[in-house]
């Protein structure tokens, strides 16, 4: 390849090729001999192998262009191109393998004459991996947040990164040359001193230093201070690394704070806290136990509780060691809280929460937390039975409408029939009764309304004597065959202030929880006698002794009242019966009835032998008032049109019924929009509108409403078994008249034709 003339004494053509071709492939770097245009001539084994050239691959198949990668390649070619008369270097080459990037190279070429090209490919990519990884240190120590500086042999500020000035307020021409000592706090020379002759020695120092900022503001420092020696081991002076940890501090403090204010809330409970590892020991306790009695909810604690011993083996009972074992391993297990009670044999209610000590994800332990439950638990009680007397409210309220409505058709038709009747027929006497039956359940209805809210009592002077024996007609039907009844009364009067409905199902209700006391049969006396309160009947109900009062007794032969119940039979739905077989309202209704009428309720019972309710009444001074003889007064007599709504199918005919006896024209409709299209079509006009609250859709006061709104000299009757005081007023607002249900048709009859003389008034303005 080469055409040199040689001196006659120098060696020949042929022995100048073999030296330059055992240069060549001897070579460190990769080398090829090339034209300009990029032909291959020639490549030595480095090549072959950077290039992964398959042996016997012929030179001249190959070209330049496949080993450059752009845009060098279009550099290299206008370089070869312009026919170059000296060495020259294309920098951080990226050569092609298989057409894909593979190593950087400084690319040399060197003409060789005749359009030839020697080209070396130097391998530089440990170069710029020292390059790029002093770089990347460079560019780490001007990023990091740290404050990194250097110090020569004569301990003199060398150099800084941007977060020393940052951190310190210094710039670097104002600490070069420095020592340090002036970054320091005035009584952190001592640790100076320390670290200085640490580093000379030879050592590194590790610790927190005070530094006072260019402005003399403080700031805290975690500084590491390394020594630097050259290669023969002499020192040449240290660097250091310095992290604020200023807000560290301040979260160090705050928590300490908040630890100590934690730890104060803790023994400021009046309850026990013990905090417990995984395997139930001890680590904490604040003062709480000794506030509470020695045993405490299964646990027994006299002495200050040891750390490091299991919370278990302070329960001596194995049962509730056992149990509070389980509790443990189920919140461990969980990560959920548990609250466990506990009553104590002294009648004590204890609440043991376990919760989950957390740390992150993870349950690192137990804390416990015992309170006496005690008062707690009688204000529960107190307010459960509150909410009992407000269940039984609602659930009256809801039954009463529909209730009402039925005993409201059947008094209704039995007062028609009566009207039909002759005076001495049999078949009147039974109407009569039916319509007395239903009277009684119309005010038991009533009755059990105002169990649990304020109604209008119909109290009189009675003679309890008499109420007895009415009450017996009802016992007598109510009662099984095997079992007898026997009366005993008073051969005087016995006047006393009290509803009457209310008395005789306060007697029918202890009858019947007598008879279910002697499933086998029995008897039941009830007796009445005239008493005075005694001395301990006296402190026990904060009464005058020897005030005379009339005692009515119901005496049972039955099963007896345990001792353990008798202090909860006048609890509100509580019941030893069967599911279905009681209410648990029975007692509670007859000791209500009892206290109303201003009297008492004293039980006797013994086990196997039977029971005896006394009734306390305190006598009246008045006489008892005359029963009155049951009649049938006419019918009020009107004229007018009546339009009736009411839902109900039984109580729109009676209704229209007895209207019609009344000599009143009458319409009817089921719903509160049927009523409102009958009156836009009605000729001649409605002159009174009768309507039942209670109502699917639209109930009677919107009704009443819609209907004032178009028509508002419209006169307007409502009936209804309950009405709040609110919806009283409305009305009231309304000019609205009520009629309670179950009404008397004669009273609906009078309600209403006076009503319908009375000259139409529309509501009151503004409301």
């Known amino acids: 390849m080469l055409n040199r003339t040689e001196p006659h004494d120098a060696p020949g053509t042929e022995a100048v090729c073999q030296w330059w071709q055992a240069a060549f492939e001897a070579a460190e770097h990769a080398q090829a001999v090339c034209r300009s245009d990029g032909l291959v001539l020639q490549f030595n084994r480095r090549a072959a192998h950077l290039f992964q050239i398959p042996p016997g691959t012929a030179p001249e198949t190959l070209s330049l262009w496949q080993w450059v990668a752009p845009p060098a390649d279009q550099k290299l070619r206008r370089a070869l191109q312009q026919a170059p008369r000296k060495p ?76 020393f000035q940052t951190l310190t307020g210094y710039s670097m021409e104002e600490v070069l040359g420095r020592p340090d000592a002036f970054l320091r706090a005035p009584f952190e020379q001592e640790k100076v001193q320390a670290y200085l002759e640490a580093v000379t020695a030879g050592r590194e120092w590790i610790g927190e230093l005070v530094n006072i900022r260019r402005d003399g503001s403080p700031y805290h420092v975690e500084a590491t201070i390394s020594p630097i020696a050259d290669m023969a081991g002499r020192f040449m002076g240290y660097v250091a690394c310095e992290r604020d940890i200023t807000l560290r501090i301040q979260l160090q403090e705050q928590l300490r704070i908040q630890r100590d204010f934690i730890h104060s809330i803790l023994q400021s409970l009046d309850g026990a806290i013990y905090s417990l590892d995984c395997e139930f020991r001890l680590t904490h306790a604040n003062d709480g136990w000794r506030h509470l009695p020695a045993e405490h909810a299964g646990l027994r604690i006299e002495a200050p509780p040891t750390l490091g011993r299991s919370l278990l083996d302070y329960v001596p009972d194995p049962a509730r060691r056992a149990e509070l074992e389980r509790v443990f391993r189920e919140v461990l297990q969980t990560g959920r809280p548990v609250d466990n009670r506990y009553q104590t044999a002294d009648g004590r209610h204890w609440l043991l929460k376990v919760s989950p000590w957390v740390d992150g994800t993870q349950v690192r332990g ?48 039995c007062g028609l029939l009566l009207r039909e009747t002759g005076t001495d027929n049999r078949l009147r006497r039974e109407i009569e009764q039916i319509d007395l039956a239903a009277a ?39 009662l099984r065959g095997n079992v007898t009844l026997e009366t005993s009364t008073t051969p005087d009067t016995l006047p006393v202030r009290i509803d009457a409905t209310r008395a005789s199902q306060a007697i029918l209700n202890l009858c019947v929880n007598a008879q279910d006391a002697m499933p086998n049969g029995g008897r039941i006396t009830l007796e009445t006698e005239r008493v005075r309160i005694t001395d301990e009947q006296a402190r026990r109900h904060n009464l005058v002794p020897g005030t005379p009062y009339a005692r009515c007794t119901v005496r049972d032969t039955g099963t007896g009242i345990h001792p353990d119940l008798l202090p909860r039979i006048f609890t509100p739905f509580f019941t030893t019966k069967g599911r279905g077989k009681g209410t648990g309202l029975g007692l509670p209704i007859v000791q209500r009835i009892t206290e109303e009428a201003g009297g008492f309720i004293e039980v006797e019972s013994a086990l196997g032998q039977g029971s005896a309710f006394h009734l306390f009444f305190p006598l009246s001074s008045e006489p008892p008032a005359a029963t009155p003889e049951r009649t049938v007064p006419p019918l009020a007599q009107g004229r007018g049109r ?95 008249s009520v009629l309670a249900k179950p009404y008397d048709m004669r009273d609906a009859s009078e309600l209403i034709t006076r009503k319908l003389a009375e000259p139409a008034q529309p509501p009151q303005p503004g409301r």
């Open 88 to 163: 020259d270097i294309l920098h951080s080459v990226i050569t092609l393998r298989e057409g894909a990037p593979h190593l950087p190279v400084d690319l040399e070429y060197v003409p060789l004459g005749h359009d030839h090209y020697l080209l070396l490919f130097k391998d530089v990519s440990r170069r710029l991996r020292l390059e790029t990884h002093i770089q990347r240190l460079i560019t780490a120590i001007d990023a990091t947040p740290d404050a990194f500086f250097l110090a020569d042999s004569d301990l003199r500020i060398t150099f800084v990164n941007p977060a």
């Open 642 to 736: 009546v339009l009736v709504v009411d839902d109900l199918d039984l109580l729109r005919d009676f209704t229209r019924s007895f209207l019609e006896a009344a000599g009143l024209e009458v319409l009817v409709a089921e719903s509160g929009p049927e009523a409102l299209k009958i009156l836009e079509t009605a000729e001649p006009q409605v002159d009174l509108l009768f309507t039942d609250y209670s109502m699917p859709g639209m109930n009677g006061l919107e009704l009443i409403e819609a209907v004032l709104h178009r028509w508002p000299g419209m006169r307007c009757v409502l009936a209804s078994g309950y009405l709040d005081p609110a919806l009283r007023a409305r009305l009231g607002q309304l000019n609205v």
């Open 440 to 478: 009684r359940a119309a005010d038991i209805t009533q009755q059990l309304l105002s169990f649990s809210r304020e109604s209008n009592d119909n109290c009189a002077v009675l003679d309890l004597n008499q109420i007895l024996h009415e009450a017996l007609v009802l016992v007598r039907r109510t």
């Open 366 to 413: 137990l804390i416990c937390s015992i309170t006496d439950q005690t008062h707690y638990h009688e204000l529960q009680q107190q307010l459960f039975q509150a909410q009992k007397m407000e269940i039984i409210g609602t659930l009256a309220a809801g039954v009463a409408h529909d209730f009402n409505n039925l005993l409201q058709a059947i008094r209704g038709n």
